[in-house]
Antibody, heavy 119, light 109 residues
């Protein structure tokens, strides 16, 4: 059974860093393109980042480029999102998601972890 | 970057109604358009991919159509479980990214 469980969210001060984790089971994180998608309170979905199945390609949304980094640990079957220089507009629920049928089609989602950036 | 625009932003309907949501792309996304449903407090759920293919387990009252830049999601007979927010997403193309539309909330009339 495919499962994705995010962790690492919480309250963090403006300008600080935070690392999110997404532990997966039921599949290998190295076999699929894996994504982070976020949702600010009361707002819509925003695609954040992707790491390809071979791990060689990483792409980011414009609003996080240069500040966030996606990575994974195949031995721990875990996806990460390192978030630096956090801003108020980064406050959101962060979901990890697994691709299905196509690299950017998101067939499986975690429950999300809330990140609150405070001043 | 390709922009995705949904209409309406909110839709009020009753159980049994036929409901249509529209998604427009700023440039052609061919057939690479998906729809997701998100109930309150829950993660999104994939409903439809490649414009009109129903994800496994999704009821047949959901359907999708369109091509190029204009797409529609139709619910043929709205059920209580269908009151939710729906998002379109382009998921292939000439640039990386999986851009979402801003969402359409289907609420009880």
């Amino acid at each position: 059974q495919v499962q994705l469980v995010e962790s690492g969210g919480g309250v963090v001060q403006l300008g600080r860093s935070l690392r999110l984790s997404c532990e997966v089971s039921g599949f290998s994180v190295s076999s699929y393109a894996m994504h982070w998608v976020r949702q600010a309170p009361g707002k819509g979905l925003e695609w954040v980042a992707v790491i390809s199945d071979n791990g060689n390609d990483k792409y980011y949304g414009d609003s996080v480029k240069g500040r966030f980094a996606i990575s994974r640990d195949n031995s721990k079957n875990t996806l990460y999102l390192q978030m630096n220089s956090l801003r108020g507009e980064d406050t959101a629920v962060y979901y990890c998601a697994r691709s299905t049928y196509s690299d950017y089609l998101l067939g499986y989602w975690g429950q999300g972890t809330l990140v609150t950036v405070s001043s | 970057d390709i922009q995705m625009t949904q209409s309406p932003s909110t839709l009020s309907a009753s159980v049994g109604d036929r409901v249509t949501v529209t998604c427009r792309a700023s440039q052609s996304v061919s057939q690479w358009l998906a729809w997701y449903q998100q109930r309150a407090g829950r993660p999104p759920k994939l409903l439809i991919y490649k414009t009109s293919s129903l994800q496994s387990g999704v009821p047949s009252r959901f359907s999708g159509s369109g091509s190029g830049t204009e797409f529609t999601l139709t619910i043929s007979s709205l059920q209580p479980d269908d009151f939710a927010t729906y998002y379109c997403q382009r998921y292939n193309g000439y640039s990386p990214g999986g851009t979402f539309g801003q969402g359409t909330k289907v609420e009880i009339k």
